[in-house]
C-alpha cells in the first residue's frame, strides 16, 4: 500500500511537470526591490513582488524591527489570549482600525487566517455566503469551513449575483464576499452595484482588499475609498505582507462586537501563535509612512499607466484597470514557462501563473508595479518583453 501511495505521488508531479504546470522555486540573495541578486550573482529587474510601495527594504522599516528585537525580543511563544499579546498588537489594531474608518481590528499571522477563521464564528446553517467565482483561494477554504449555505455568482456579473441574492432571500443573513482587487487579474471588483444589491436584499458585504490596502484611494484607504464607499463595507480582511512592509499578517476590520466575537471563536486566531512583534512595530513605522508619504501612491500609479500604454502599443494582451497588477495573457502554460524563463536570462524576474492559480487556457506573466521602478527601469523592461515576446511569437 506505501508503495502504491509514493508511486502515484511520484506519477502525479510528473504529469504537473510535463504539461507545463511545475512551480520551480527561485533563489534570491537580496532584500526585496526593483532589483534583486539571484543565487547565481546575477541582478535581474524585479517585476514580480508584492511590494507596491518600496517598504520591504526601507531603512526606518527595518529599524523599527531591529529596535522590536532588543525591546520585546524575537517571538511571543503565545497565542494571544494566553501571554501572547503586547501592547503593540493593541496598537496596530488601534491604528489600522482608525486608518481604516472602522471600530475595530483583529490581527492574524496572515490574510490566509484571516480569511478563515472569519465566516465560521459569524454565519451558520441559516445563513448564506454568495462568492464571487474568482476570489481568492483563502476565501474558498475559509467558505469551506462554515456551515452556511454557499452561493457562487459568476466572476464580476452582477446579473448572476442578483440572481443568488433570490436564490438565498430565505436565509436568516445574507453576506456577499468578494476580492477588492482580483490578484491574477488586476482588476476591481464592481463595488458601488455590489453595494447598490446589498442594501436593495438587505445583506452584508465583506471585502478582501490585500491588493489594495495602503496604496488604492487617495489616502491608500482601499477599494472602498477608490469608489468613494467608505463605510458601506462591514467586514474588511487585508494582509501587512504587501504594501505595508512586505512581511507577514493579516487583520480583519468591522464593528467592535464581531471583532469581540471572533477574538472568543476565530480558530486561526485562539491556536496560532501571536505575530512576531518586530512585524507589529515595522507595519507600524510603514503606516506612518503610507499617511505621511502620498507620492508613493502617486509614484506607483504614474508608472503603471505608463508601462500599460507601452506594453499594449507593443501588441502584448493585457488586463485590468489601471492597477498595478498588469497581467501579460498568453494562453498556454508550457509558452508562460519558457516566456519567464526567457525573461530571466534576459534580465527580468517575471513568473508565469497556469492552472490551478488561474483557469486552464488563461495563463499569464504577471507583473508587479513598484512606487520605485525608475523610468529607466520600466523601458529596459520594455525593451526585454519585445525581445522576448518575439521570439517567441506572442507578438
Same mark, same amino acid.
Given at each position: 500500500? *506505501? ?16 504539461? /507545463? ?6 533563489? &534570491?540573495?537580496?532584500?526585496?526591490? =526593483? ?12 517585476? %514580480?513582488?508584492?511590494?507596491?510601495? /518600496? ?17 520585546? /525580543? ?7 489570549? #494566553? ?21 475595530? %481590528?483583529?490581527?492574524?499571522? @496572515? ?25 481568492? @483561494?483563502?476565501?474558498?477554504?475559509? &467558505?469551506?469551513?462554515?456551515?452556511? !449555505? ?16 433570490? $436564490? ?18 488586476? =482588476? +476591481? ?15 452584508? &458585504?465583506?471585502?478582501?482588499? %490585500?491588493?489594495?490596502? /495602503? ?14 464607499? $467608505?463605510?458601506? &463595507?462591514?467586514?474588511? *480582511?487585508? *494582509? ?12 480583519? %476590520? ?8 471572533? !477574538?472568543?471563536?476565530?480558530?486561526? +486566531? ?24 502620498? $507620492? ?8 503603471? #499607466? +505608463? ?28 509558452? @508562460? ?36 521602478? *525608475? ?21
Amino acid at each position: 500500500m *506505501t508503495k502504491s501511495f509514493y508511486s502515484s505521488i511520484n506519477k502525479e508531479v510528473k504529469s504537473i511537470k510535463s504539461d /507545463g504546470l511545475f512551480k520551480e522555486e527561485r533563489l &534570491i540573495s537580496s532584500p526585496q526591490g =526593483t532589483k534583486v541578486t539571484l543565487n547565481d550573482g546575477s541582478e535581474v529587474l524585479n517585476f %514580480c513582488a508584492n511590494d507596491y510601495l /518600496g517598504l520591504a527594504s526601507n531603512q526606518d522599516v527595518i529599524m523599527a524591527a531591529k529596535n522590536s528585537l532588543d525591546e520585546d /525580543g524575537y517571538g511571543m511563544a503565545s497565542v494571544r489570549f #494566553i501571554c501572547g499579546t503586547n501592547n503593540a498588537h493593541t496598537r496596530l489594531e488601534k491604528e489600522l482600525s482608525e486608518f481604516l474608518g472602522y471600530e475595530d %481590528c483583529i490581527l492574524y499571522v @496572515a490574510c490566509f487566517d484571516a480569511n478563515g477563521g472569519i465566516f465560521e464564528p459569524l454565519f451558520g446553517p441559516e445563513d448564506a455566503i454568495i462568492s464571487d467565482s474568482l476570489n481568492h @483561494a483563502s476565501i474558498i477554504d475559509g &467558505i469551506r469551513l462554515c456551515k452556511a !449555505k454557499r452561493f457562487r455568482y459568476e466572476h464580476s456579473d452582477m446579473v448572476s449575483l442578483e440572481e443568488k441574492l433570490n $436564490e438565498a432571500k430565505n436565509s436568516r443573513y445574507r453576506v456577499i464576499v468578494t476580492d477588492g482587487v482580483f490578484s491574477m487579474d488586476g =482588476t +476591481y471588483a464592481k463595488l458601488p452595484e455590489i453595494v447598490e444589491l446589498a442594501e436593495r436584499y438587505e445583506a452584508l &458585504i465583506m471585502v478582501d482588499d %490585500c491588493h489594495a490596502t /495602503g496604496f488604492v484611494g487617495n489616502s491608500g484607504k482601499g477599494s472602498a475609498e477608490h469608489f468613494g464607499l $467608505e463605510g458601506k &463595507i462591514d467586514f474588511l *480582511t487585508g *494582509t501587512l505582507g504587501k504594501a505595508l512592509g512586505g512581511a507577514s499578517g493579516g487583520f480583519i %476590520c468591522a464593528k467592535k462586537g464581531v471583532v469581540e466575537l471572533l !477574538k472568543q471563536k476565530s480558530r486561526p +486566531y485562539l491556536f496560532s501563535n501571536a505575530l512576531s512583534p518586530s512585524i507589529v512595530k515595522a507595519t507600524l513605522k510603514a503606516l506612518e509612512l503610507v499617511r505621511e508619504q502620498p $507620492e508613493r501612491r502617486r509614484r506607483i500609479f504614474k508608472n503603471t #499607466i +505608463y508601462f500599460r500604454k507601452q506594453m499594449k502599443s507593443l501588441g502584448f494582451n493585457i488586463l485590468g484597470d489601471e492597477h498595478p497588477i498588469t497581467p501579460v495573457m498568453l494562453g498556454d502554460a508550457n509558452v @508562460a514557462q519558457r516566456m519567464s524563463k526567457e525573461l530571466l536570462n534576459n534580465g527580468i524576474y517575471a513568473v508565469g501563473f497556469s492552472f490551478p492559480v488561474v483557469p486552464k487556457g488563461m495563463a499569464r506573466i504577471r507583473l508587479q508595479i513598484n512606487s520605485e521602478h *525608475t523610468v529607466e527601469e520600466l523601458d529596459k523592461a520594455i525593451k526585454i518583453f519585445k525581445k522576448v515576446g518575439t521570439n517567441l511569437k506572442v507578438i
